[in-house]
């Protein structure tokens, strides 16, 4: 069997795990779950190329420690989807709750609506691995905080300016983020500096844009120019002087 469709409707997440990972170990590479509300883990520590889409609202941690699969929400999703996911791509066609990405080391994570607090919090890479968390929307505040690697897109579609919240970057110390349109300095956290988005920046990242910005259903022409705001790191230790005994 290579489909299946599973009914949520009052169902604990702890069976519906169980369900989930006994299909995809049975071979399962397509699987639908209906009416859900809430149940946390899903596609939890998965290692397969299976396509999971869920109607509903997930619970926390989807997609935590994920490697390989697909998971596409038709709604929104609640904190913390891809903590510390490995690779994969998850596609959110609503908004979703705070610590997006959280620590996420590889994979993508693209979010159509607005995102909560601390959005891409510790995101890491290492190696060939380069995660990316996009936003079509806005997000709240510390966005990218302890950022150690990685890509933050913010396109702010339907806001007058794409992060209004202060913190931006704060500690960041790897990885870049890149926010449609101009930010104000007095938004940039401790050790996050702006820079120039050039034309080579965007010769680099519009297959990246033109990417989210068809799977979340958006025409990407309009995306395609320089009006970002690349924002970096000041230095690779930007809390130094906290810890130095003089």
Known sequence: METMTIDANGMHYTPLNKMIRQAVASGVREIVIDNVLGQRFIANGLRSNVRITINGVPGGDLGMFMSGPECIVRGDSEHAPGNTMDNGTIVIHGSAGDAVAHSMRGGRVFVRGDIGYRGGIHMKEYDQKRPVLAVGGTTHAFLGEYMAGGIIIVLGIGHEVAVKD???????????????????DRLLGVGARKVIFTEDD???????????????????????????????????????????WE
């Open 166 to 184: 202060r913190g931006i970057g704060s500690g960041i110390h790897g990885g870049e983020i890149i926010l449609r349109g101009d930010i104000e």
């Open 202 to 244: 965007l010769n680099r990242l519009s297959p990246l844009i033109t990417e989210f910005c068809e799977r979340i259903e958006v025409d990407p022409s309009q995306f395609l120019d320089t009006n970002y705001t690349r924002i970096i790191p000041a230095s690779s230790r930007p809390f130094a002087g906290k810890y130095t």
